[in-house]
């Protein structure tokens, strides 16, 4: 008899967490700016992995229509997310460089540590956010400008400041107005592969307002449509969002490609570090357009609450002149 209530109750907890797996897919393909649904989607992934739980506890009691409905929610959970995992067989057959994205946390992150990173992986062009004027002044005396000399940087308080730095020369400089944050870019010129247009971005969190949020990333959307089509791009930056946000994966709706996608690197968390918990979310991304990523990871930066993203990509070949 005692087993009864226990086997009712596990059935029911059963339920509830296919409700879970459902509710994390509806979430992935949301559009709404609703506070509640906009920071629930961030954790998605995790409420479709309830579903896989469901369907292995409906087969344990033998449900049959319960493991049938559990397994059909896990199915559909996975299909969300494969993308990540699959990757593409594209490739570039211009140079290869190597692309880093960092939030600095305001003076938080350790310039050394930085630094070494962009040497040990020869990196060529680095995006940062969180980038203060005494953050940059750290970097400069780690020898960030003696590895990568040329840079376009708009510091400011706190989170404002943003970035680029880069090995190869930087023109056609842009701060775009009427961003909460700033939002920045420039134009490499890359041996054997020519311009390249490089974005540091950096939209508010949807803490700030999940309206403010969503037209950010829109307007942000709206600038990588601008990118010129006839070379390359690199977008950079914290988006404060995930793949499982709506509003991020319209920016991949044109010519932009996640890095991470297309080398099938996979769930890619990258914040926060600086709890007593490892990081849950991967809200720093690296898009491309006329490139491919071949490999993503996440790198450890001490004292910032983000891990830094990098990712290694060959670019297409410069646009050859007609005769």
């Not at 920045?184 to 890359?190: D, E, N």
């Amino acid at each position: 008899m005692r087993s009864r209530p226990v086997r009712a109750g596990t059935e029911l907890l059963a339920w509830i967490a296919t409700v879970a797996g459902a509710t994390g897919i509806a979430l992935h393909f949301s559009r709404s700016s609703a506070r509640l649904l906009v920071l629930a989607a961030s954790v998605a992934p995790y409420l479709m992995c309830s579903a896989v739980v469901a369907a292995v506890t409906f087969t344990v009691l033998r449900r049959r229509s319960g493991a049938a409905a559990a397994v059909i929610v896990a199915a559909l959970g996975v299909w969300t997310q494969v993308p990540l995992y699959a990757g593409d067989s594209g490739a570039g057959s211009g140079p290869e460089l190597t692309v880093m994205q960092a939030n600095l946390l305001f003076e938080g992150a350790d310039p050394r540590a930085l630094v070494e990173e962009v040497r040990a992986r020869r990196v060529t062009i680095l995006t940062v956010n969180e980038l203060t004027p005494a953050a940059l002044g750290e970097l400069t005396l780690a020898g960030l400008d003696h590895l990568l000399p040329h840079r376009y940087v708009s510091p400011g308080r706190t989170a404002t400041g943003t970035g680029i730095y880069s090995a190869y020369p930087l023109t056609d400089t842009v701060e775009y107005d009427g961003y909460v944050l700033n939002q920045l870019s420039a134009t490499a010129t890359v041996p054997g592969a020519g311009p390249v247009t490089v974005y540091a971005f950096h939209p508010v969190p949807p803490i700030y307002g999940t309206d403010v949020w969503s037209d950010e990333l829109s307007r942000l959307r709206a600038i990588l449509d601008r990118a010129p089509g006839d070379r390359p791009a690199i977008a950079g930056g914290d988006f404060n969002a995930t793949f499982d946000h709506s509003q991020f994966r319209a920016m991949l709706s044109g010519r932009f490609h996640d890095a991470a996608e297309q080398s099938g690197a996979g769930h890619l968390v990258t914040y926060p570090t600086d709890k007593a918990f490892p990081p849950l979310i991967g809200i720093d991304h690296i898009l491309l357009a006329g490139a491919h990523a071949t490999r993503v990871a996440t790198v450890a930066l001490p004292g910032a609450d983000h891990r830094a993203l990098v990712a290694d990509l060959r670019l297409a070949s410069a646009v050859q002149p007609r005769q």
